[in-house]
């Protein structure tokens, strides 16, 4: 059985160097709309026997891309959402607003809509249902943070693969089991 996976393809969207929380809640709402490059080379050589692809329109255009049959596109592939940690109208770093959001997800603040142990179930049922599908060949497509965890679950299940901290944009990583 080989599983691809593929990080969304970069997205084209610009950000300020500063923002308020409002500000940064708009631009994360902006950004999972936007459009993405899509001038990457086509690498994969396997014939994939079915694509799941988070719903998100960045990770489906990359999916089109890339696979040429019926897409499925599931929620349980999407990105770990980011909110503000705090209400301010004060202007802060966009990098201090990521970093932030990140932090607190991994420690479960009640500013961020998911859990981390909710996250890393989501993504461990997930990949149990692709596990017990049978299919052979499964292309993945989603989201950088998202991969670390589907990563981590396909090594815990006893998949061997390239392994990476960050995913890069439009790069096929291939586990095999």
């Keep these: 059985m080989k599983i691809g996976l593929v990080r969304h393809f970069e997205v084209i969207h610009s950000y300020s160097k500063f923002m308020t929380s409002k500000g940064f809640e708009e631009w ?9 490059r899509q001038d990457y080379p086509d690498e994969s050589q396997i014939k ?6 988070s719903d998100l329109p960045r990770a489906l ?10 897409i499925i596109g599931t929620k349980e ?6 909110s503000p940690v705090f209400k301010t109208n004060i202007k802060l770093p966009f990098a201090l607003w990521t970093v932030l959001g990140r932090m607190e997800w991994l420690c479960s603040h009640g500013s961020q809509n998911e ?8 993504i461990r049922n997930f990949i149990s249902y692709v596990i017990s599908s049978q299919e052979n060949n499964t292309l993945l497509v989603t989201h950088g943070f998202s991969m670390k965890y589907t990563q981590e679950d396909l090594l815990k299940q006893g998949f061997k693969g390239e392994k990476f901290i960050k995913a890069q944009n439009g790069k096929m990583y291939i586990f095999k089991k």
Excluded: F, M
């Design 61 to 70: 255009s990359t999916a089109r891309h890339i696979y040429k049959g019926e």
């Design 48 to 53: 994939w026997e079915r694509c799941l692809s």
């Design 115 to 122: 859990k981390k142990a909710e996250t890393e179930e989501r």
């Design 77 to 82: 592939l999407r990105e770990v959402h980011i």
């Design 28 to 36: 994360v709402n902006i950004y999972d709309t936007a459009p993405v």
